[in-house]
């Protein structure tokens, strides 16, 4: 009988490892593993050998950095989309995308079902799941972490010596840390506890702000129709352009972020971030929209950016209401090109100038100098109809007018 034949999400750490000799064991099944290059340092190296030898029977290693940077991270920047006002969400928004590659791969191979190693109380499973099943709608989809029988990381270890999966011999971190060009995201250990300031050895990317040099760094930005696409003057690529900002603020120990955040399953739980492209893209972004867009469109975008947020957040990036708002967003975004400064230092980002083709900001109007055009006398009429409603329900009800 002809085996089946699954498709794993594979990072080539513990968890994933053991997953790929447990559903050859539990499932009969040929396994296929599929890692993302979304950009992360770390962890590519290797990984397609260590996936062999853990007994895949082929090991895909995607490049998908462009697609990511162009079609998940600049939407996500025009929308201005950042979870409970912190957190630039480089785990959520790589999720949907690494589905995808999965999806493509299971459909290559003939696959029936996919699997992945995210935990059961965790929001990733929920974004790969949901991704898979508007992608896919007909693929299993198999979560080992949530049936197996381990109950610890002593008895994974176990079980890969058992099976002659190599598993790595350097010291293990405290922390859970996912990582990809948009930042990295740091649980477990000391940090599971709300009160304790975060150690500097859970940092992976920024330095401490402490000891960030001691003058400020300028960088300026240029955006065109609310895509970044030079910095300091230099045209680059969005890779080139995410890696470069995320040094430079980086050295300055910009991007920290410490969140307890509310998650899809029900819990609070307490990470901390490290995004400084991210944040300083974000931050310039926002500024530039200040000069550009209109008062109601500006108004109106930051419910959409909150919206977007909870979207991405919560799984839903393949969904009808994701296109919607994307639609809009870009619409916005015909006159957010200009160029915005900023000044970095030790670990805070200040505004320092903006110009755009498209600036609504006019010095006659806003002038208080001779040369003035605002039309001061017509204001006399505006505020007696804008103050009409509040005048006539205080006239009516004078028990409620304030006595402070
Ligand atoms: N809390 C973040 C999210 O739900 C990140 C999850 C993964 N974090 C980790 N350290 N492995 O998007």
Known sequence: MKKERIAVAYSGGLDTSVIVKWLQEKYNAEVITVTGNLGQKKEIAGVREKALKSGAVKAYIVDLRKEF????????????????HTYPMATSIGRPLLAKALVDVARKEKCTAVAHGCTGKGNDQVRFEVSVAALAPDLRIIA??????FKSREEEIAYCEKHGIPVVATKKSPYSIDENIWGTSIECGILEDPMAEPPEDA???????????????????DFKEGIPVAVDGKKMNGIDLIDYVNTVAGKNGVGRLDLVENRLVGIKSREIYEAPGAVVLHFAHRELERLTLDKDTAHYKTKVAHDYADLVYNGLWFSPLRTALDAFVNETQKVVTGTVKLKLYKGSIEIAGRTSPYSLYDTKLATYSAD???DHKASEGFIKIY?????????VNKHLRSKE
């Open 69 to 84: 940077v162009e079609h998940y991270l600049w939407p996500v920047l025009k929308a201005g989309a950042v979870y409970e």
């Open 144 to 149: 080992p972490v949530r049936e197996w029988e």
């Open 387 to 395: 103050g009409l409603p509040v005048k006539t329900f205080y006239r």
């Open 203 to 221: 940092y992976q990317r920024t330095v401490s702000p402490l000891r960030a040099p001691n003058k400020p760094t300028y960088i300026t930005i």
């Open 372 to 374: 003035d055009q605002f």
